[in-house]
């Protein structure tokens, strides 16, 4: 659960990069190759989202509570928003927040596994 927590600001940051294009240095025009050119390294893929776990931060063991609000208050605004933009341009995401009757509003963190888990931590409006 600690794992899973810790890589919750590092799967949000994941997922509003991933929301966002990632824009491509301007290639120069290469003189002709005397040797064939070597192929371009691919970028490591995102996992796919296999299944989506919702937690509320109350559920969590207290020092995990204070670990997720320290990881917050770091990523701050911006990145909140896109966490939740994110969450909002994805279907399967958005559906199973509203299955629980809740929306992107309340998610303060996510946690992406490389098995596809992606876990979403709420907090009820206080």
């Known amino acids: 659960m600690r794992k899973t927590i810790v890589l919750a600001a590092a799967a949000s940051?994941?997922?509003a990069g991933a929301a966002?294009?990632?824009?491509?240095?301007a290639q120069q025009p290469a003189p002709a190759p005397t040797a064939p050119a070597p192929a371009p390294q691919a970028?490591?893929?995102?996992?796919t989202i296999q299944s989506v776990n919702i937690v509320d931060i109350t559920e969590l063991p207290k020092e995990t509570q204070t670990q997720v609000n320290q990881v917050i208050a770091?990523?701050?605004?911006?990145?909140l928003k896109k966490l939740r933009s994110s969450?909002?341009?994805?279907?399967?995401?958005?559906?199973a927040l509203e299955a629980k009757g809740m929306t992107s509003a309340q998610v303060v963190a996510a946690s992406m596994e490389p098995n596809?888990?992606?876990?979403?931590i709420t907090k009820k409006a206080s």
């Open 20 to 25: 966002s294009a990632q824009q491509q240095p």
């Open 87 to 95: 969450i909002d341009a994805t279907p399967k995401v958005k559906s």
């Open 116 to 120: 596809g888990a992606l876990t979403l």
């Open 13 to 15: 940051l994941m997922l």
């Open 74 to 79: 770091q990523r701050g605004d911006d990145g």
């Open 43 to 47: 970028q490591p893929a995102v996992p």
